[in-house]
């Protein structure tokens, strides 16, 4: 397979660059996520990396290559279709259902 050296910014990975396999269209992932052992023994965590341009050419700004940041959210991504139900923030509150005391 093909791999590319890919640069990583942020987090415990900042300031190296390691090969990168990538895939049939020639990127790498969009999220690299690297575990992390736990010192105590505990359970690993991850940490998460998101793809980036490094930059973009002059004429028809096209992508140069790709790079990491760090996610400090590390939420995993999801698809959004238009029919999914919209997200809902821990503290929204909920749908309430109306009682006998709304008339």
Known sequence: MKSEDTPFEGGPMDG????VLVGPTGHPPK?????VPDAAGGPPTEVVYRRVPRGHSRRLGLPLGW???YDPTGKADKLKWPWSKPDTAAD???GRRPDDTDG
Not at 16 to 19: A, D, K, Q
């Open 67 to 69: 790079k990491y940041e």
């Open 92 to 94: 929204a509150t909920p």
């Open 16 to 19: 190296r660059v390691l090969p």
């Open 31 to 35: 999220t690299y996520r690297i575990p």
